[in-house]
């Protein structure tokens, strides 16, 4: 079984001597818990990179909006340990909202370009709450490595260039994204979905699979592919609307021209559940 | 000698086998130079509370604002060697401006109601680039400790908020501000004034005595305070004019009503030259 810790202080002072005395290299997983297959990829990559796997389960209430789904976010944090506890995670770190901010915070942070664009514009204050969390989860743990799913990858973007502008002293370890085997990326949020309504859902990852098509066939024209994937979701019945289709390059700048290696983002409700999913193209046999 | 390093990465390594092999405690003085009394209380301190003393040297663009003094700000890295030398210091990080911004960092970090006000006001991005650095510069250096002195009173809140709301793993320790004997306190920008700007610039010290002895005579009004304030500086022939009067509380919220521990902070431009300075109400025997 993984040692449970719920106070920063407890698993700061226990971290510093596994740092220090047995010299052992620390891999971090931060999650909000209710842990799927996609977080056991991120384990078994730390597993296999460090000594040490320490896994927080923590659904921070500063990455939510207002009206968002925070009071309704799945939690279960006996399975999750059991989870854990099958991955042989070391450490699981779940510390209460009064541990984690025993003030509001007041720090605002923005990344210019990476945070005020796509997830950014639609959830004002989501980036915020994310780098405070990561940052503050960072000091707490200090890892060595840190691993974050491409399923979320504008945050992989922006933690990303936090660890640059910021000089933290981590590793940042993306992992592919998972998906079911009809596609579905995985996501604590698919547990929200009817039956009806995930079957709408695969219209994401087959949006991608057309798009991909359009691309190897020879069509680069960005507003071209953006405008066949929206078509083909919107066709789905239960999907309520698009926040956004957007491809970008590294730099997570929108395309005109699509080359090798850009990425479809989108983010789309279905029913009540908004999903989000990405595709690096150029890469895939289709 | 301390021993000199320029690289982040080199300093990195070296601190990590004295923080772990020897488990030693690391004291932390970041400076932009140009070394003075003041400093070397910094120093002082630092040295009692730790087995290490690291003291940075870097005179940061970032918190530097189009127009203001980044290029002549007085530069003398041997002179501050030598002081450092003196004072034993242990490590000495003077670090290149490639290698501590080897991109333009995107990032921006405001916290509300601290760095928006006074300084902020008068030096929109200076707090950014304050923030940006020191976490940069704690995150290369690590400290157990780190000394700000309270002549930057401002910074000081912002720091302690800073290190709050991201859960930094470092104690900022403040140091009381160091005055010349007829009460200007210490400033690399002092050596900018001419003798006659220097005899205007004791009017910052001279008002506070002023508003301390209205304060301890029954004057709780601030506003009172403050016109006495700027009306004793604006006396003084290089007195160029006052940015800011303010007198405010422990969580830098201005007062109306004076009382013991309140603070006045201000800023004046003396010739070409601006300083600020603050003053803790009600301890002094004045």
Redesign the interface.
């Known amino acids: 079984m993984p040692t449970l810790f719920r106070k ?1 202080r407890e698993i ?1 002072n226990y971290l510093k001597s596994v ?2 005395e047995s ?1 052992q290299s620390i891999g971090f997983v931060p999650t909000m818990g209710y842990l799927h297959e996609g977080h056991r990829r991120l384990i078994r990559e730390s597993k296999i990179q460090n000594d040490i796997t320490v896994v927080s389960i923590y659904v921070n209430p500063l990455q939510f909006g207002q009206g968002e789904d925070y009071e309704r976010y799945p939690r279960d944090l006996e399975r999750d340990i059991s989870i854990c506890a099958e991955e042989g995670v070391d450490v699981v770190f779940a510390p209460s909202d009064e541990d984690m901010y025993p ?1 509001k ?10 945070t005020d664009i796509l997830e950014g514009k639609f959830r004002p204050g989501h980036f915020n709450g994310v780098c ?1 969390v990561v ?2 989860l960072f ?2 743990i ?1 890892p060595d490595r840190a691993y974050f799913g491409e399923k979320d990858y504008q945050q992989l973007k922006v933690i990303q ?2 660890v ?6 981590v590793e940042i370890v993306p992992v592919p994204t998972v998906r079911d085997p009809d596609g579905l990326a995985l996501s604590s949020r698919n547990t929200y979905l009817s039956p009806e309504e995930r079957e709408s859902a695969l219209s994401l990852y087959r949006s991608f699979l057309l798009a991909e098509k359009l691309f190897k066939s020879g069509n680069t024209d960005a507003n071209l592919l953006k405008e066949a994937i929206r078509e083909f979701i919107l066709k789905h019945p239960r999907v309520k609307g698009i926040d956004y289709v957007e491809i970008i390059d590294q730099d997570l700048k929108p395309v005109s021209e699509v080359k090798i290696g850009d990425r479809i983002l989108l983010a789309v409700w279905v029913g009540n559940t908004r999903l989000i999913d990405n595709w690096r193209l150029g890469d895939a046999k289709v």
């Open positions: 920063p700061r740092r220090c010299k003030e915070p007041l720090i605002n942070i923005e990344i210019k370009g990476l405070t940052l503050k000091n707490i200090q260039r936090l640059k502008d910021l000089s933290l002293p």
